[in-house]
Protein backbone atom coordinates (compact mmCIF):
# COMPACT_ATOMS: atom_id res chain seq x y z
CA UNK A 1 0.00 0.00 0.00
CA UNK A 2 3.33 2.59 0.99
CA UNK A 3 5.13 1.71 -2.40
CA UNK A 4 1.21 2.52 -4.26
CA UNK A 5 0.92 5.99 -2.78
CA UNK A 6 4.49 6.46 -2.69
CA UNK A 7 3.91 6.01 -6.63
CA UNK A 8 0.84 8.66 -7.03
CA UNK A 9 2.43 10.73 -4.99
CA UNK A 10 5.55 10.99 -7.60
CA UNK A 11 3.26 11.28 -10.57
CA UNK A 12 1.40 14.01 -8.79
CA UNK A 13 4.44 15.78 -8.30
CA UNK A 14 5.59 15.17 -11.89
CA UNK A 15 2.19 16.64 -13.30
CA UNK A 16 2.15 19.29 -11.15
CA UNK A 17 5.49 20.54 -11.81
CA UNK A 18 4.56 20.30 -15.11
CA UNK A 19 1.34 22.37 -14.65
CA UNK A 20 2.99 24.93 -12.76
CA UNK A 21 5.58 25.15 -15.55
CA UNK A 22 3.60 25.76 -18.40
CA UNK A 23 1.22 28.38 -16.67
CA UNK A 24 2.07 32.43 -18.75
CA UNK A 25 3.65 34.53 -16.77
CA UNK A 26 2.28 38.20 -17.20
CA UNK A 27 4.28 40.56 -15.20
CA UNK A 28 8.00 39.83 -16.68
CA UNK A 29 10.43 42.06 -16.04
CA UNK A 30 8.62 45.39 -15.58
CA UNK A 31 6.81 44.64 -12.20
CA UNK A 32 11.06 43.61 -10.92
CA UNK A 33 12.36 47.12 -11.95
CA UNK A 34 9.82 48.99 -10.38
CA UNK A 35 6.55 48.70 -12.86
CA UNK A 36 3.05 48.98 -11.96
CA UNK A 37 2.84 45.34 -12.11
CA UNK A 38 -0.58 45.34 -11.14
CA UNK A 39 -2.43 43.55 -14.29
CA UNK A 40 -5.45 42.43 -14.32
CA UNK A 41 -5.75 39.23 -15.88
CA UNK A 42 -8.83 37.19 -16.90
CA UNK A 43 -7.63 33.22 -17.84
CA UNK A 44 -9.55 31.88 -20.74
CA UNK A 45 -9.69 28.52 -22.58
CA UNK A 46 -6.74 26.11 -22.31
CA UNK A 47 -4.81 28.57 -19.87
CA UNK A 48 -7.63 28.28 -17.49
CA UNK A 49 -8.00 24.64 -17.51
CA UNK A 50 -4.50 24.61 -16.57
CA UNK A 51 -4.68 26.88 -13.83
CA UNK A 52 -7.78 24.78 -12.18
CA UNK A 53 -5.72 22.01 -12.59
CA UNK A 54 -2.66 23.20 -11.24
CA UNK A 55 -4.86 23.91 -7.54
CA UNK A 56 -6.39 20.72 -7.73
CA UNK A 57 -3.24 18.50 -8.73
CA UNK A 58 -1.15 20.40 -5.54
CA UNK A 59 -4.77 19.87 -3.29
CA UNK A 60 -4.54 16.08 -4.58
CA UNK A 61 -0.42 16.07 -3.57
CA UNK A 62 -0.99 18.10 -0.36
CA UNK A 63 -3.66 15.23 0.44
CA UNK A 64 -1.51 11.91 -0.59
CA UNK A 65 1.23 13.17 1.97
CA UNK A 66 -1.00 13.37 4.76
CA UNK A 67 -1.94 10.26 3.83
CA UNK A 68 1.18 8.21 3.79
CA UNK A 69 2.26 10.17 7.25
CA UNK A 70 -1.08 8.80 8.84
CA UNK A 71 -0.06 5.69 7.02
Known amino acids: ?6 MIQAIMAILLLASIL ?3 RVSGLSAT ?3 SGSVV ?3 RGAER ?3 RA ?4 A ?3 FGLSILR ?3
Open 1 to 6: MQAILE
Open 22 to 24: IQH
Open 33 to 35: FGG
Open 41 to 43: VQR
Open 49 to 51: VIY
Open 54 to 57: SIWL
Open 59 to 61: VVF
Open 69 to 71: WYL
